[in-house]
Structure formats: structure tokens, C-alpha cells
């Protein structure tokens, strides 16, 4: 069971749809991170958030937009989403916010772009 | 330029026998480095890690070394087990880095009964 909570754990929209997606965390951690997953590759870091303020966006596009509500929540909204956006995309957590600590991942929604 | 390297895609063990996973690194800058476990349709779990001035963490079944000079870690598996079958990310990442973990991209591990 993993201690990173993401919802939905599949996704299909179409291009004009606008959706996000949900990440929850109790293990008081104060850092949390979007990565993307494409099939057979790597995770690659979108988003990180520290004490709850973005401190980190990789060149992400802006059809990608992270919020973070409170320090056990983390949303992903998606609009106008391009069929090369379908991936696996995890939701992670780590204690602190150093870069020595282990960062711990959900289940990760999978999303499917029409 | 991938800055993280596992050269073996695949890897098939023997239960009961050891598991080596190898990983190359080129940013003489990575001072901590992890091993991560992901099963089909789960997110990568965390396993064991190392810091640099380290050259060898053990952990019950699993121990990663460590050469800095060579720019290798290796993570061991003794004994291996069926259920051990995953795919085995290495990350690494650096101080000025802040928390961004560069991922290899990953070795599938098969153990046979």
C-alpha cells in the first residue's frame, strides 16, 4: 500500500476537456512533485512544490497547471491537453526538501489523451 | 545526454542467486543516489540510497556500493527472490540540484523459480 494517494487512477479526456488530477499525502511531508512517465522511459520531474510554494517548474507548458492547497494536497488541472500529454503521471512526496531525501510515489493516474 | 545510465535494459537471475544492477553517472556533481523498485501499474517504491561519502549501504537482502571515482554504483540482491521481478530505476541527484532526481531509465529484473 502506498502512502501517496492519487485519484482517478485512469484518466480519458479529450482535447478541449479540462481535468485534474489528485494527490494526497498524511505523512506530514513538506515537499511534493508532479513527474511524467511515457512508456519504457524514466520518470522526468514536472513540478516541485516546497512548504507548499512552487519552487521548481521544469519548462512545463501552461496547459499544465500545479496547485497546491495545503501541505497534505496536490492538483494537477489539464486544459487543452495534446495526445502526446498521455502518460503515466506520478504524484511524490519527501520529508524534507533537501536533496537527500528519498522522495516517496504514488500509484500514478494514468492518462489517455483522445 | 543522459546523465544517469543503466546499459542493461534486462537482467535474469536465478532464484536464490545474487543480483547485480549497475548504474553509470557522468555529473561529477550527483552526491546522493537512490535505487527505486516499480512494479506494472504501481509507482516506483523506494529502496535504499547512498551518500556520497559512502561507498557502501546494506539494508536486510539489498546493499548498493558505491565508486565515485569510477562514476558506478551497483545495487546487490542476495538472495534473489521471485517476487523481486520489477523494473529497478537508479537516480541521483546533487546539492545544487535541489530535490530534482535524475532517473536512469531503469533495468527489468527477472528472477526465475
Known amino acids: 500500500d502506498t502512502e501517496v494517494t492519487q485519484t482517478p487512477k485512469h484518466l480519458v479526456m479529450g482535447m478541449t476537456n479540462k481535468k485534474s488530477l489528485k494527490c494526497e499525502q498524511h505523512m506530514g511531508h513538506r515537499a511534493m512533485y508532479w513527474y511524467k512517465q511515457k512508456a519504457k522511459k524514466p520518470p522526468e520531474l514536472m513540478f516541485v512544490?516546497?512548504?507548499?510554494?512552487?519552487?521548481i517548474n521544469e519548462s512545463v507548458p501552461s496547459r499544465f497547471s500545479p496547485e497546491c492547497p495545503n501541505s497534505s494536497l496536490l492538483n494537477l488541472h489539464l486544459h487543452a491537453l495534446q495526445p502526446e500529454d498521455s502518460a503515466l503521471y506520478l504524484c511524490a512526496s519527501s520529508q524534507g526538501t533537501g536533496s537527500n531525501q528519498p522522495q516517496h510515489f504514488g500509484d500514478g493516474t494514468r492518462l489517455s489523451i483522445l | 545526454d543522459q546523465q544517469v545510465k543503466q546499459n542493461s535494459p534486462s537482467l535474469s537471475v536465478q532464484e536464490g542467486r545474487i543480483s547485480i544492477l549497475n548504474c553509470d553517472y557522468t555529473n561529477s556533481m550527483f552526491d546522493y543516489f537512490l535505487w527505486y523498485k516499480k512494479y506494472p501499474a504501481e509507482g516506483p517504491t523506494f529502496l535504499i540510497s547512498?551518500?556520497?561519502?559512502?561507498d557502501k549501504n546494506e539494508d536486510g537482502r539489498f546493499t548498493v556500493f558505491l565508486n565515485k571515482s569510477a562514476k558506478h554504483l551497483s545495487l546487490h540482491i542476495v538472495p534473489s527472490q521471485p517476487g523481486d521481478s520489477a523494473v529497478y530505476f537508479c537516480?541521483?541527484?546533487?546539492?545544487?540540484?535541489?530535490?530534482?532526481?535524475?532517473f536512469g531509465p531503469g533495468t527489468r529484473l527477472s528472477v526465475l523459480p
Open positions: 512544490y516546497s512548504y507548499e510554494k512552487l519552487s
Open positions: 537516480a541521483a541527484s546533487a546539492d545544487n540540484y535541489g530535490q530534482n532526481f535524475v
Open positions: 547512498i551518500s556520497s561519502i559512502k
